[in-house]
């Protein structure tokens, strides 16, 4: 921290660095004499109020963490665990010299959780590294593929990407409806779900298992992998054949109703019970009380929900209920706070340079093209910023294989992981989140990430990387700010914020108020050529999609069970090497437990706790039994993202090229679907 006193003691406003969106929360850092003394919940945070789950509680753990990358390194040999540390000047002209080499184009960067501990919806450092590839003219992908892109892209074609806050959940809401959404990552929101609850509203659960959000719901509903759109078609279904739609609602804000009255009447309850395995009676007692509710809200989960089956049809389907029922614009209901969603009004100025951009052939965001891309050598140097991609990205043997074809494989991160350990020529460490300045965003404000310590070792923040590689190149512009404080300055400059800046924020408490709307689309204007919603999508047809709502089969699988993925209380991506660096997160989930039914663990001879192994076509992977009557027959679920787990998941596209563009945010995401054979692994060996 420039210019400021680290040797006394000091307190500092900072944001956990976990990323559980829309679940931010706020932390009170105390440095004494240059060293971290305390991490604790910001009792004054509004979106938090002071709390932590255990992964902000391990926080400290990162800090002078053994395990954390200090020196640039460089592998001796491809295939060899021999590395020699190097320097950054050193790394960067290695870099630079192979950028050089295999041409502009032939460079692709790649960013992802890793890189935003202290920037999550803010997206200066996103913004940053966009900046230098527009500017240099190289390949860079939108990591919104990976996540939450075809939950957006669903709700986007009906026209509803705005996002209710928590606060009028909890003040408005008559019945919430968490349909993929759990506590494990949206704790701040479950606090507004229970207050609501201790106000009357209803709450349901729609999952796969029966998640910690169950203990709190009136009504379970455990639907089988990749059918929650035909779930939410029958109750459409059901509002149209009960006749309680809201007609002024209609009349006014949407377009197709009646082509989607036709389209929707074989998809009966009794149609839907085949598919998602949920009666028929329970079903269309949803549904009706439902479109009873003078405001219901509901909220949708982050990206296992749109994996397999499901991908963006289950989004579209279930943002239909609101408009059929008068729910959007009114407090209460709608969509609530759901991964990378914002509310009304909300936004930062764009730094990325996108106007700028040079002409070149470039790469869709599309995650099978990009591993194609590898494969084919129309890249050769791959930069991954903050992300493991052999963890993330399915397919992963595939997509070793093609990173081993490229000519440089680079990794900027804090702690080693997969992809380091089996797949990078060199790495670069970066710094944690108490050692730069950033910010994050929630649906409501937007909270300072102080620095509060000097750098470890040589790490350094990640838009050195961009200020070194712009200089040995010769691109022009890619940092013009005199510190990271007036870039964020830069980004702050917005009617939504205030035009609040860093110093202001400081002399606030480390926040500014956003100016939006608590209720989403209060203005009736949808994101849609139209601006209504749409039944009907004239857009998504000339992509060559359904423009009606729809869903998929259940894919078969002789013999095999679904798997199913989420998040747990340890766990979020492949931070800090999948929590396994961390040992109080490590302590916690010691193996990759597999949830499975009794009878089919019964029928396998499998008992609890004993070592399994989770096989198909495409790949094998080592997990712990946890036999439980929390999941029901058919399905298996397991914690998302344990390094070797996407060797059993599917890489093929799911959107046409020509849908990639439609939103801001990339939808290229992979089906990531699986059937898997289980077996006792002394079976196997």
Request: glycine share 10%; hydrophobic share 40%; with cysteine.
């Amino acid at each position: 921290m420039i210019g400021r006193d680290m040797t006394k003691r000091q307190n500092y406003k900072t944001m956990c660095p976990m990323n559980c969106h829309p679940t931010l929360c706020g932390m009170d850092v105390t440095i004494e004499d240059g060293q971290l003394a305390s991490i604790k919940g910001d009792d004054t945070n509004p979106d938090s109020e002071g709390f932590l789950c255990m992964r902000g509680k391990a926080a400290h753990e990162i800090v002078s963490n053994q395990h954390r990358l200090l020196k640039p390194l460089t592998r001796t040999k491809r295939g060899s665990e021999d590395w020699s540390e190097t320097t950054w000047d050193g790394a960067l002209d290695v870099m630079a010299t192979h950028m050089q080499a295999v041409g502009r184009e032939a460079v692709g960067f790649w960013q992802g959780h890793g890189n935003w501990a202290n920037d999550y919806a803010f997206g200066l450092k996103r913004a940053q590294m966009d900046r230098f590839a527009n500017l240099y003219g190289c390949q860079f992908w939108n990591p919104a593929m990976i996540c939450w892109g075809l939950g957006g892209f669903g709700l986007g074609i009906t026209g509803a990407l705005e996002t209710s806050t928590k606060e009028d959940l909890s003040a408005n809401s008559e019945m919430v409806i968490l349909w993929g959404a759990n506590t494990v990552s949206q704790a701040a929101t479950l606090k507004h779900v229970e207050i609501a609850k201790r106000r009357g509203a209803r709450i349901v659960v729609i999952d796969v298992r029966k998640t910690e959000a169950s203990a709190l719901a009136d009504d379970v509903v455990l639907v089988r992998p990749g059918t929650d759109a035909a779930l939410a078609l029958a109750m459409i279904q059901v509002i149209l054949e009960d006749e309680l739609w809201d007609k002024a609602f209609i009349e006014a804000h949407t377009v197709g109703f009646e082509a989607l009255a036709q389209h929707i009447k074989p998809m009966t309850p009794q149609w839907a019970e085949k598919q998602t395995g949920v009666s028929h009676e329970q079903i269309t007692a949803l549904a009706r009380t439902y479109a009873s509710s003078r405001a219901a809200m509901i909220v949708i989960g982050g990206s296992s929900l749109h994996k397999g089956n499901n991908t963006w049809d289950a989004a579209r389907a279930i943002s239909c209920l609101p408009g059929l029922t008068g729910n959007f614009g009114r407090p209460g209901g709608g969509i609530g706070p759901r991964h990378g969603g914002r509310s009304h009004g909300a936004g930062f100025v764009d730094l990325s340079a996108a106007d700028r951009r040079k002409p070149g052939r470039y790469i869709p965001n599309q995650m099978e093209a990009i591993i194609a891309a590898l494969e084919s050598g129309d890249v050769k140097v791959f930069v991954s910023i903050g992300s493991n991609v052999l963890s993330s990205f399915p397919d992963t043997n595939r997509m070793r294989a093609a990173l081993g074809k490229a000519d440089l494989v680079v990794a900027y991160d804090i702690f080693p992981n997969q992809m380091i350990r089996e797949v990078a020529d060199i790495v670069l460490p970066g710094t944690i989140w108490l050692e730069e300045i950033g910010a994050k965003s929630t649906n409501t404000y937007v909270h300072l990430s102080d620095q509060a310590l000097p750098a470890q070792g040589d790490a350094r923040p990640v838009y050195h990387l961009y200020q070194g590689l712009a200089q040995r190149l010769g691109v022009e512009d890619v940092y013009p700010w005199d510190s990271q404080e007036d870039a964020m300055n830069a980004a702050l400059d917005h009617d939504a914020t205030g035009h609040t800046t860093v110093a202001s924020m400081r002399a606030n408490g480390g926040r500014a108020a956003l100016k939006v709307s608590p209720v989403a689309h209060p203005d009736f204007r949808f994101t849609t050529p139209s601006g209504k919603i749409e039944f009907y999508s004239q857009r998504a047809a000339e992509m060559g999609l359904s423009p009606l709502p729809t869903c998929t089969e259940p894919d078969g699988g002789q013999g095999s069970l679904h798997l199913a993925h989420g998040r747990t209380f340890a766990h979020f991506h492949s931070f800090y090497d999948h929590a396994r660096a961390l040992p109080t997160l490590a302590a916690r989930e010691d193996a990759a437990d597999l949830w499975i039914s009794l009878d089919d663990a019964k029928e396998r001879g499998i008992a609890n706790a004993v070592e399994i192994e989770v096989s198909n076509e495409r790949g094998a992977f080592r997990a712990r039994a946890k036999v439980t009557a929390r999941i029901p027959t058919g399905t298996v679920w397991i914690r998302d993202g344990w390094p070797g787990l996407n060797a059993l998941t599917d890489a093929s596209s799911v959107l046409p090229e020509s849908a990639l563009d439609t939103f801001a945010f990339s939808v290229g995401q992979s089906n990531y679907g699986a059937h898997v054979m289980i077996s006792l692994l002394q079976e196997r060996e």
